[in-house]
């Protein structure tokens, strides 16, 4: 049996390491995660996920401030593990710490690298109108995502699939990649492939100045910010002054000539017109001060007789 350190802290991890204290191949004598965080209005303090999972299965939980520490490594070390897997840690291993386990550090990446290295590589391939993604498993170096490719798992981006909806197709994919780069790698079965450094892209993580939406985009340009900004930080615009949120709408063939962001309502649906002529519906939003709702709801409390701007 493998020893196993994990290194994880949000949900996508979980599958992951749900499947490795599932396997009777592998011993989990540790978790590594982020620290508890304040959540919600009342910013109650907050166990990652990955650390209630553990928990919950009596594994020790390790949650260090930073791993460039003495203490830190000497913990690691001390576990002697023949593998370290890092499945959305949110930190960067240093070397001292990628040399400790026998077989490497693996990591699971929610691109097709080196495709989006990075942070929030799932939304950006959302936002961006990529038609397929993955998860890449991968031997860690000193890199941001640059260490040689192992095994990868492909899958079709839906039409109207959100980054929230995605997110959770991808985490499923992680504990079968897993088990089999794992094992792959203990058996000397799988030859690791070398990024090819030209082909390669980096992505930032995602904030609330990029939720404002540009109507002077093409209709199929918002949908796609719109479906990657789901759930976090959701797409924004102005009505009436105010803040509106919009959760998802749907591309339409429609063709109008009024000035972009002009909103206009027909048989209790909701459209908005947008750069090249496009037109987009509007199907889910949430006013400021109000709750989250379909259109024609939305209709009902504040009534569109006549076309208006947003934004």
């Given at each position: ?8 802290s ?22 590594v ?11 109650i303090?907050?166990?990652?996920p ?79 109108g ?7 498993s ?18 079709e ?31 000397h ?20 100045e ?19 900004l ?11 002054g ?11 063939n ?13 048989d ?12 987009y ?10 709750k989250?709702?379909g ?5 009902r ?11």
């Open positions: 049996m493998d020893t196993v350190i994990f290194m994880g949000p949900d996508f991890a979980v599958k992951a390491l749900e499947a490795l204290i599932e396997s009777p191949d592998y011993d989990v004598k540790l978790v995660s982020q620290t508890d965080k304040p959540q919600g209005r009342k910013q303090m907050t166990p990652p990955v650390k209630q999972v553990a928990l919950q299965h009596g594994i020790e939980v390790f949650q260090p401030k930073s791993l460039r520490t003495q203490e830190a490594y000497d913990k690691l070390f001390a576990l002697q593990p023949d593998f370290i897997v890092v499945s959305a840690y949110g930190k960067i291993l240093p070397p001292d710490i990628l040399a400790i386990p026998k077989y490497g550090c693996v990591n699971l990446h929610g691109s097709l690298l080196p495709k989006y290295r990075g942070a929030a590589p799932i939304q950006w391939s959302v936002i961006n990529d038609k397929k993604t993955g998860v890449t991968m031997l860690m170096d000193a890199g941001l995502d640059t260490g040689d490719i192992l095994l990868t798992s492909e899958t981006i839906g039409e109207n699939e959100t980054a929230g909806e995605l997110f959770d197709r991808l985490a499923e994919l992680c504990p079968a990649l897993l088990l089999k780069t794992l094992k792959g790698l203990r058996n079965e799988i030859v690791p492939v070398k990024q090819d450094e030209a082909a390669a892209t980096y992505v930032s993580v995602l904030d609330k990029m939720a404002v939406l540009d109507w002077n985009e093409p209709a199929s340009s918002i949908h796609n910010k719109i479906r990657g789901n759930p976090w930080p959701v797409a924004k615009t102005l009505f009436n105010k803040i509106l949120k919009i959760y998802s709408g749907a591309i339409t429609l063709r109008k000539n009024d000035l972009s962001g002009t909103l206009y309502a027909v209790g649906r909701l459209f908005a017109v947008c750069g090249e002529n496009t037109v519906e509007i199907c889910e939003l949430q006013l400021e001060g109000s989250r709702m259109a024609a709801d939305f209709l409390g504040h009534p569109v007789v006549k076309p208006i701007l947003l934004g």
